[in-house]
Structures are given as structure tokens and as C-alpha cells.
């Protein structure tokens, strides 16, 4: 069922939001030159995946964990596009795709040993990785690998249809942090 919503909600999703993510594609070519940001992720099963956002930091930033990347990489429109979380819609087509779900673990780097070796303990790669989850609405991210483990493997667990309508909301209102950035 869970699959039938991503999809209904992603197609929909894409066409609603058509117009914005046209706009911000126009906004992004003068801000960097290269709006959307692809970047390879570890999906279901581990396999690799190319996770697709609108770019928030200058073209230059080296590729890391969010955590591990300074405030002064951030654009001006970044800045704007992390606050709203419009940064995530062009993962909607991640979702379509049936390479991720709107709730479900974040799909991490393939350089994250440390978070990878502790999903892995825990099973958390047995499902889609996810736009949202339990542990983005409470301000949990990559920088704490085994409390985000935990937080996953929980969530997995005991996801019931009422969360995922639930951890959507609170995405969509503003609960959680997203990833932190060190500020420099």
C-alpha cells in the first residue's frame, strides 16, 4: 500500500509543484549556473542510486555529509531553498522512480563508514531510503551514526500508515532541523 501512496503522491506531487520547480531551475541558473544537484546514494539493499535535489551549495563544495559542509558553501537561494525544504522536491522523482518513499531512512553516502556499518547492524537497508522519517522530525542526523541507526531501525519497526501520514506532516510544517551544516 505504502508503495501505491509514494507513487500516487509523487505523479501528483510532480504536477502540482510543476511550476515552482520550473521557477527555481530558471532561479538556480543565475545563482550557480547548475541548479540540480545529483549526487549517488546508498538505496535498498545498498544498491546505488542517483538521489536528485536542487543545489544549495556552490558547484565547487566538495561532496560530504551535509554535517561535514560549511554555512559559507550555502548560496543565498540555498539558504532559502533549505528553510522551505523545496531543495527536496526533485526527489519526488526519486520517489516516482521507486528508488526511495516519503518516509523511510535518508539515504546516506557510499563514504559514511562508520553510518553505513551501523544501518547495517540494524537492518535499516532492507528498506527504501526515505524523504522524510521518525528521525528528521526530531533533529537527528547523519553526524550521530548510531543514534540515527537507532532512531531508523525503530521507525522501521513500527511504521504504521498512520505515521507515515503523520511523519509527512510534520515534515511539511516545519518539525525537525534537517541536516545540520558547520558554520564557518
Do not use: C, W
Not at 29 to 39: A, K, N, R, V, Y
Amino acid at each position: 500500500m505504502i508503495r501505491t501512496l509514494d507513487f500516487l503522491f509523487s505523479f501528483v506531487g510532480l504536477l502540482l509543484t510543476f511550476p515552482i520547480l520550473l521557477i527555481i531551475t530558471i532561479i538556480g541558473l543565475f545563482d550557480t549556473g547548475s541548479p540540480i544537484f545529483l549526487q549517488k546514494r546508498v538505496g535498498k539493499n545498498k544498491k546505488a542510486f542517483i538521489l536528485i535535489k536542487f543545489r544549495t551549495m556552490s558547484v565547487d563544495t566538495k561532496s560530504v555529509a551535509s554535517h561535514l559542509a560549511s554555512t559559507a558553501s550555502i548560496t543565498k537561494l540555498g539558504f532559502f531553498l533549505r528553510k522551505t525544504k523545496i531543495d527536496e522536491l526533485p526527489q519526488l522523482i526519486n520517489v516516482l522512480k521507486g528508488e526511495m518513499s516519503f518516509v523511510g531512512p535518508r539515504p546516506n553516502l557510499f563514504n559514511q563508514e562508520e553510518l553505513i556499518a551501523e544501518r547495517e547492524q540494524r537492518g535499516v537497508y532492507d528498506v527504501l531510503p526515505g524523504i522524510t522519517g521518525l528521525a528528521q522530525v526530531n533533529t537527528i542526523d547523519m553526524s550521530m551514526p548510531k543514534l540515527l541507526a537507532e532512531t531508523d531501525q525503530k521507525m522501521i519497526a513500527t511504521l504504521t500508515l498512520r505515521d507515515y501520514f503523520k511523519y509527512i506532516l510534520q515534515t511539511v510544517i516545519g518539525k525537525g532541523g534537517g541536516d545540520r551544516v558547520t558554520k564557518k
